[in-house]
Each structure stands twice: as C-alpha cells, then as structure tokens.
C-alpha cells in the first residue's frame, strides 16, 4: 500500500512570500505529525493531529506557523511571510491512532529553501 | 529542551564490523525509538523499546535502555555498506501525547 506523501518535494520561495506544504498520510491514520529538520539538527516538533480533537500546536515556532488536516486526511502546513531561517526540510508522520508507543511512519518530506 | 544527544556525530568502520551509536536524554521517557535516514530520504523506523525493557534485538540490531542514566545505545553487528545513513534516537515523553524528540543523529559510513 502507499506510504506518507508530501508535496511538493522542493520549494523555493523569496523571502517575504508564504508557502503551502501539502501531506496525504497512510489510509486509515489517524495521527498527524509533522516535523522540521534544520540542516545539521535533529528533527523538532511542530504540530500534532488526532482524529477530531484540538491540535497540540506547541512546537510551532512563531504564529507565522498554521496547520490544518481536513476531513481527517490530508495535512496542510502553512508559513507565511517566510523567512530564510525557516529553511529546513519538513517531514510528516502518521500512525494508525494517537498515544504513545505507535510507530510512526515518515513520509519522504519537502525541502524548503527560502532566498 | 527535551532533545537528546547522540554520540558520536560521525562514525566510519569497515564493512563487517560493528557500529555502535550512543543517546542521551533528559527527561523521563514513556519509550525510546530509533530511525534511520537515508540521504534525502524521509525516516524509517527500526526499533522501539519501552521504559521499562533493558533490552530489545531485531536481526542485526540490539538496542539497549538504560533509564537511571538516561541512556539509549543502538548497536549494528555485521555492518555493512547498505547500512550507511543517519541514525536518529526519538524519545517518547511519559505525559501520553506521542510526539517525537529526536536527538541530532550519527551519521555511519560502512566502508565497503
């Protein structure tokens, strides 16, 4: 079966503009997970989706970051006004439901240069 | 910050030998995982062991759990050069939401 999809894999973008980074997750995941990985860092936190509840938004870094998973499916990650630090890749993750000890798969994530 | 630490950043063997990777980290855990990422590939998960397991194996793999030194260590016996990538430790925190912190990573080249 298909594993996580991101799109779009590249993005560059001037600085200043804001950007749209899409996630289709594994059929029948619940969980939505999508993290940052800064070049030569280890992956952070950003936002966290379970079925209907509220996302646990804390590793948002500023509220330039918004995030959206509608109809319980596809993840949309937003940044606007983008700025050259947030260039990173971003990679999202999905598990057959929330709580701790599930696997989480990664999809193959979107490289984010912003100029 | 709940970041673990992995050590060493870089390791280089020869092909046969083992690698073993080292993390840290700072907080109580409800589990620990380790990933692998291949060069501009997404991760892939390899093995997860529980705060209360010592050890765990997974064909090449062992990985052991020391939670009184906060401690995790992923070993690979019989390296070889498929297993050259970037080797992550993710902890799970004890609060219940399953979010990941991941450590900074090893970065393992097997010499063929």
């Known amino acids: 079966g298909a594993g996580v999809s991101q799109s779009p894999s590249n993005k560059v973008t001037e600085k200043g503009k804001d950007v749209e980074l899409r996630c289709d997750p594994i059929s029948g995941h619940t969980a939505l997970y999508w993290y940052r990985q800064s070049l030569g860092q280890g992956l952070e936190f950003l936002i966290y989706?379970?079925?209907?509840?509220?996302?646990?938004k804390s590793g948002l870094p500023s509220d330039r970051f918004s995030a959206e998973r509608t109809g319980g499916s596809v993840s949309t990650l937003t940044i606007q006004r983008t700025q050259q630090e947030d260039s990173a890749v971003y990679l999202c993750?999905?598990?057959?439901?929330?709580?701790?000890?599930?696997?989480?798969?990664f999809g193959p994530g979107t490289r984010l240069l912003v100029l | 910050s709940q970041q673990g630490e992995e050590d060493p950043q870089a390791l280089s063997i020869q092909e046969g030998e083992n690698a073993t990777m080292n993390c840290s980290y700072k907080?109580?855990?409800?589990?620990l995982q380790w990933y692998r990422q291949n060069s501009g590939r997404g991760l892939v998960h390899l093995i997860l062991i529980r705060s209360n397991e010592r050890e765990k194996h997974s064909g090449r793999l062992r990985v052991t759990l020391d939670t009184s030194k906060k401690s995790s260590s992923l070993l690979i016996t019989a390296s070889r050069a498929a297993d050259t990538a970037s080797y992550f430790c993710a902890t799970v925190l004890q609060t219940g939401a399953n979010n990941l912190f991941f450590g900074t990573g090893t970065r393992l080249t097997v010499i063929p």
């Open positions: 989706f379970q079925g209907n509840s509220a996302p646990d």
């Open positions: 993750a999905s598990t057959i439901m929330g709580g701790s000890g599930k696997t989480q798969y």
């Open positions: 907080t109580s855990i409800n589990n």
